[in-house]
């Protein structure tokens, strides 16, 4: 099933995936005769294997406000690098657009084909589309519905990126922001007020996760999940570090949803 013909070739469609984990690459691979854009697999960025030098030449705590209360393991930063490596593609290639997926993501056919030529169709032409594997959040207001999907302007962009629509103009601001990093790539992308992108989500976006039936999330894997003190004082930290960021957000929303709309 293929939505875009030969005749409109910027438009391609990517998984990351981490070729160690033998399960999602599987499901990667069954993913890849499901999309309905021609696709490939990038492979991911592995953080346990970048050496020291390479993790201190783009890992820089506390670069931008609100500071990030927490160190990233490396499992963030393989993650953050893989998308950056998406962006780049997108860049080079002189793609429109691409529909970038995450490893252990599930798609519905017939939403996902729907979701995509909307996409194609009306996302503007510098925004970041996500495609959320959870329901929208309260507050986000419709910027342009039909054919059964609507696209809307979320008050504070949701965490995850199982699976997104990103625009070249996208993936040129977000390459000019994150030559270094300081905290994981979903709560960077919520910070609109630095990234400059119109941050946006369509419903119903025709996917899924699949990360409990793959064996749970490569990020942070074996840690140790016992409640203590320490990890109660990271859930408070986490509250407040999220108050501030509801509270950026609240503030750049109209100007969004402006910028959305005249697109």
């Not at 599987?26 to 890849?32: D, F, K, Y």
């Not at 979320?154 to 030559?179: M, N």
């Not at 039936?213 to 016992?226: E, F, H, T, V, Y």
């Amino acid at each position: 099933m293929k939505l875009l013909g030969s005749e409109t070739v910027n438009h391609l469609a990517f998984i990351i995936c981490l070729e160690r984990a033998t399960e999602r690459l599987a499901n990667a691979r069954a993913t890849l005769t499901r999309l309905p854009l021609p696709a490939e697999i990038l492979p991911a960025v592995d953080g346990r294997a970048m050496p020291c030098d390479a993790i201190e030449a783009v890992y820089h705590r506390c670069l931008h406000r609100p500071h990030y209360p927490f160190e990233l393991d490396r499992g963030n930063i393989g993650c953050f690098l893989s998308h950056r490596a998406v962006w780049k593609q997108i860049v080079e290639r002189d793609l429109d657009a691409a529909l970038v997926l995450e490893d252990d993501a599930h798609v519905d056919q017939t939403l996902l084909c729907r979701a995509v030529e909307f996409s194609a169709s009306h996302c503007p032409p510098d925004a970041y589309l996500q495609f959320p594997v959870r329901p929208l959040p309260a507050g986000s207001r419709k910027i342009i519905e039909g054919d059964g999907v609507r696209i809307v302007c979320p008050r504070v962009t949701p965490l995850r990126t199982s699976g997104q629509w990103v625009t070249r103009g996208a993936a040129e601001k977000l390459l000019a922001v994150t030559e270094f990093l300081d905290r994981p790539i979903d709560t960077t992308l919520q910070m609109r007020w630095i990234t400059g992108v119109c941050m946006l989500a369509i419903a119903p976006s025709g996917i899924s996760d699949r990360t409990a039936a793959l064996g749970g999330s490569m990020i942070g894997a074996g840690k140790d999940r016992r409640l203590t003190l320490q990890k109660i004082m990271r859930q408070v930290n986490r509250a407040r570090y999220r108050w501030k960021v509801a509270r950026l957000s609240a503030a750049c929303h109209g100007q969004t949803i402006g910028q959305a709309r005249a697109a």
